[in-house]
């Protein structure tokens, strides 16, 4: 009496290493993105509290506040990259991680250095929407260009 192979007949560990059993990769890194997003999106009404603090703490914007700027950003964009850079390390892709981090690294440097060396102060501020302050590296004159666009 022959018994039918089927998925009930099988040995359990052939059932874990089955490729037709096991869900694609990528609903492993969308649930490790959504983690991500989550706990980001739990962190936001804790921004205010860590600003109010820093801003105690160093009220003459000191030069390191400055670069980091302390905006929820500031400490949420190296959690995703380091998930990116994860994620492309595990696939192989090397010559891909070293573009995108020195592609993330060069934008930022050359962003924060045009803000300082152009030196335009914010539109809405009390000091006139055509106020400059090249080279200055003064607080409230760092508004061009936009973080947005570049």
Same mark, same amino acid.
């Given at each position: 009496?022959?018994?039918?192979?089927?998925? $009930?007949?099988?040995?359990?560990?052939?059932?874990?290493?089955?490729?037709?059993?096991?869900?694609?990769?990528?609903?492993?890194?969308?649930? +490790?993105?959504?983690?991500?997003?989550?706990?980001?999106?739990?962190?936001?009404?804790?921004?205010?509290?860590?600003?109010?603090? =820093?801003?105690?703490?160093?009220?003459?914007?000191?030069?390191?506040?400055?670069?980091?700027?302390?905006?929820?950003?500031?400490?949420?964009?190296?959690?995703?990259?380091?998930?990116?850079?994860?994620?492309?390390?595990?696939?192989?892709?090397? *010559?891909?991680?070293?573009? =995108?981090?020195?592609?993330?690294? +060069?934008?930022?440097?050359?962003?924060?250095?045009?803000?300082?060396? +152009?030196?335009?102060? *914010?539109?809405?501020?009390?000091?006139?929407?055509?106020?400059?302050?090249? $080279?200055?590296? +003064?607080?409230?004159?760092?508004?061009?260009?936009?973080?947005?666009?570049?």
């Amino acid at each position: 009496m022959s018994r039918r192979a089927g998925p $009930l007949t099988r040995n359990p560990n052939e059932l874990l290493n089955d490729p037709a059993s096991t869900p694609p990769r990528w609903t492993f890194w969308a649930a +490790i993105c959504a983690l991500l997003a989550a706990s980001i999106a739990m962190t936001f009404p804790f921004d205010g509290w860590l600003l109010d603090q =820093v801003q105690r703490l160093a009220p003459d914007a000191s030069p390191a506040r400055r670069v980091l700027k302390l905006s929820r950003w500031a400490f949420y964009w190296p959690v995703i990259a380091a998930a990116l850079l994860f994620a492309l390390r595990r696939a192989g892709r090397r *010559r891909l991680i070293v573009s =995108v981090s020195l592609t993330f690294l +060069i934008g930022m440097g050359l962003l924060y250095t045009l803000k300082n060396v +152009i030196g335009r102060a *914010r539109p809405d501020e009390h000091i006139g929407a055509y106020a400059f302050h090249p $080279l200055g590296f +003064i607080d409230g004159f760092d508004s061009f260009p936009s973080g947005h666009t570049t």
